[in-house]
């Protein structure tokens, strides 16, 4: 099996922090699940056939016992338990009567563990939309707080890092303003050789961490930025600490007020690093681009949606779109505020002024996004359902079976795509 690359910018299932998770190693037995379709993609009403093999050593394994379920993700309509297959083998059916995701997913029980396998079958994608509702004064409230935000002077401090420099870079921790007394801290690498360079943003899946700063070649600017407000060079013990206690959830925080949600610093905070960024004498004062993801990847669409200056952008399977999905019937984006619970008085009009299918419409640089089918992370359906608001130019490279984890072929096509972009 091809190896799959570890990110600490990826999220984890089902409200987990977003650690990092990646492709699963060799396992012992292998639960492949295919779809009749080689694209995995189907018009609404055809039906859909799943081909379910269990392997161990190479072989078919024999009278394996499996449960499954089949159906519209997060909302199976088939379930079976310890189905007996007999040569290792099953053939399962299925058809969507609207545009969306229907998920097959397996699991073989073999010696007291469980072996999963999965796969999905994508009904007119094109047409998946958000069902999630936009405030009316959506666009009043960002400009508002933007602008306060940027009452405060960016006050901004560097120092340098010789451990995290190189050869051909210098690598600086640094901090500025964002909203109110709050600050963002980041790892900025900069070129040693004089100049003007075009910039890149990289912006943070969720979760608390370090950071070690991105490195884009000997003619870019980086500056990846944490969301915390704290210092992203401390000990990983202290990142622990932090996530165990005062920072445990914090998605979660103030989510039925529109003003203290916990997000609205961290996108201002997106929108303060382009700031920091333009205010750098080294920066060639016009190419800038931004790209990170899993929740990165919902902050690299609304940082391009709120602030222009943004000339290109590239996330990878983007959280928080259509979040509330699930009080339709439908899979929302992560952190998946709705499916265990109804909303409290104020949440649902919170969300939708950070809901990143609302500010996909508002994008308008040219994008390169990426994602795949077996993510059960950020729903396909969700994420379809920003993609497809989006006007500016835009391609979607799909990694079909890929989960909440990224190929290394897919994270080298993204940098490539960011390093060509910033030659123009």
Known sequence: MKKYLLLFCLLGIAGAVQYAQAQPAQRLVNVIVS????????????????TVQVYQFGNLMKDVTVDYEL?????????????????????LKGTLKEPGLLRCRVVARVGGRNYEGMAAALYDNEKILPVSD?????????????????????DATKVLLPEKSTATQDAYEVSFRNTGFSRVYGILMVPKKPGKY???????GAGVR??????????VISLEIGVHGISVTMAQSVYFTLYGGALNGYWESSRNNKDQFYYKRVYLGCVRAVDYIFS???FDGKTVGVSGSSQGGALSIATAALDKRIRFLAPIHPAMCDLGGFLKNRAGGWPHYFRYAKPESGEVETLSYYDVANFARRVEAPGLYSWGLNDV??????????????????????????????YPEQQAATSQWLKEQCKK
């Open 280 to 282: 750098l004498p080294e």
């Open 198 to 204: 075009p910039a890149i943003l990289q912006v943070p």
């Open 35 to 50: 779809p009749d379709h080689q694209d995995w993609k189907y018009k609404t009403g055809e039906e859909a056939t799943f």
């Open 377 to 406: 992370t950020c729903p396909p359906t969700s994420m379809y359902a920003a993609y497809n608001t989006i006007t500016a130019p835009k391609e979607l490279t799909l990694y079909t079976d890929s989960g909440h984890w990224i």
């Open 134 to 154: 936009e405030p009316k004064d959506f666009d009043t409230f960002w400009a508002n707080a933007i602008e306060t935000a940027r009452r405060m002077p960016l």
């Open 210 to 219: 370090p950071y070690n700063g991105m490195n884009y070649g000997d003619d």
């Open 71 to 91: 159906g519209k993700e997060f909302f199976p309509t088939v379930e079976q338990k310890d189905k007996v297959l007999k040569d290792g083998k099953i053939t």
